[in-house]
């Protein structure tokens, strides 16, 4: 197939075989044309290397502060890329946006680094989002484990699901491949959680393959990054500072994160909802208003060298999560270091820092089963450093810890099942232990017997 490239004022393609598809390039031929953007006084020129091969234009603010009206600009650029995907690159230098912008599938958006590039939103309710369209939820469905064919109840998909689709069931999308009648799909991917019946379900146009690179995105009142319905996004070296929230997620999968950092947000640093598969990888959030991390029906997480210290609330926040495996510090916080409000299952947290927290270190509020604490430490926290809290948590398993200075004891056990082995400053328990009929077994530590 022949090639394309295009200038951003002629329009007038060619072929050429040293190009990618799909490449918007700058003018060759003359002088580069001002882009349509305000600066203090003077007009922003192309990028004086309009050869480079990069699936964008690219704007160069020479260090200035660069006023995007409109984001006629910014969101043009992006549109460009819109059809096959690309990159959008901006150059060091500050970019103020008051209006929101939107990125579509296959789309990175990057600049030179964190450090340089930043977007500035300026105190306005602007930010950046992408979301799947052609949303449909009707009746409910069941499948098999490690099948592809999907059931439904109540369902119409020959008038409103196409191929392509993807379809969500709880926190993980698979692909449509054919639509066989009202009530019969057949999916791309082998159905890989347990087998459900009577399921509820999502079917979209999901937005895929997002990435975010190199850049500071800071100032909005709302929320800084929206993703919503998506599958495949990166964060690789990007800094959200000074927004109400930091990142949102809801009903996405296949995440990655590394070297993302969310400070100083006034309200939550990271939400999710309804999201699976995620490994963030040095990513903090810390300093914020709220929680730092607030996980909502999430699954399958490997949390690995990440933060949660010093926000206002928790440093994370658990709701109706399972399958979590978490290596972090959460430390300094004005509520827990971590709560396990409710409805969570089968978490494990090794290798992990509680320490000085306004409350308890760790806190299971209600019914958070199956968690194992291995081998972190639990120190100086302002209650308790592990605060089993109802006799609905069952099966905890707490070994190889280190406790010490926690102001109302090492450990407060009200669970079902607490398996407490091998740590220091806390004695062990009798095996597979239930609660004592008081309801509560407080340990203060290793002179004291529980």
Not at 143 to 164: K, M
């Amino acid at each position: 197939m022949a090639r394309r490239k295009f200038y951003k004022d002629e329009e007038n393609p060619y072929d050429s075989a040293d190009y990618s598809s799909s490449t918007v390039f700058l003018n060759e031929e003359k002088e580069p044309t001002p882009l349509a953007i305000e600066t203090t006084g003077n007009y922003i020129h192309n990028l004086d290397d309009p050869g480079r091969r990069l699936n964008t234009y690219q704007v160069n603010p020479s260090g200035k502060v660069v006023t995007i009206d409109n984001t006629t600009t910014l969101q043009k650029t992006i549109d460009e890329v819109s059809d096959t995907g690309g990159v959008v690159h901006l150059k060091a230098g500050t970019y103020v946006v008051t209006s929101p912008l939107y990125l579509y599938s296959s789309v990175t958006l990057e600049g030179d680094s964190s450090a340089n590039t930043t977007i500035t939103f300026n105190g306005s309710s602007a930010n950046i989002s992408a979301a799947g369209t052609s949303i449909y939820t009707t009746g409910t469905v069941s499948i098999t484990q490690a099948t592809t064919a999907l059931v439904g109840v109540g369902t119409s998909w020959l008038a409103n699901v196409t191929v392509g689709q993807h379809l969500l069931i709880d926190t993980r999308w698979y692909k449509i491949d054919s639509v066989n009648s009202d009530t019969s799909i057949t999916l791309s991917e082998a159905y890989a959680e347990t087998t459900a019946s009577g399921a509820t379900y999502r079917i979209a146009t999901v937005k895929r393959d997002v990435v975010f690179k190199n850049l500071t995105i800071a100032g909005s009142t709302g929320t800084a990054i929206d993703l919503d319905d998506c599958r495949g996004i990166e964060f690789d070296d990007v800094v959200l500072a000074s927004n109400n929230v930091g990142i949102s997620m809801t009903n996405c999968s296949e995440i990655v994160s590394d070297t993302l950092r969310v400070v100083t947000s006034t309200s939550d640093g990271i939400q999710a909802t309804n999201v699976g598969l995620y490994n963030p990888t040095a990513t903090i959030s810390v300093g914020n208003g709220g929680n730092g991390w607030t996980l909502n029906n999430v699954a399958t997480w490997t949390i690995l060298g990440c933060a949660g210290d010093s926000n206002t609330g928790d440093g994370f926040n658990l709701t109706s999560t399972e399958d979590l495996s978490m290596n972090i510090e959460a430390s300094g916080n004005g509520g827990q270091g971590l709560e396990g409000v409710a409805t969570n299952n089968n978490l494990m947290i090794y290798s992990s820092l509680f320490v000085g927290n306004t409350s308890d270190g760790l806190k299971l509020t209600a019914t958070t089963d199956n968690l194992k604490i291995i081998s972190s430490k639990i120190t100086n926290n302002g209650c308790y450093g592990i605060n089993i809290a109802a006799s609905s948590c069952d099966n905890t398993i707490i070994t190889g810890n280190n406790f010490a200075s926690n102001s109302s004891g090492a450990a407060n056990d009200s669970g079902t099942g607490t398996i407490i082995r091998g740590n220091s400053g806390l004695n062990d328990n009798s095996s597979g232990s239930t609660a004592s009929p008081t309801g509560s077994i407080t340990m203060y530590g290793a002179s004291s017997a529980p």
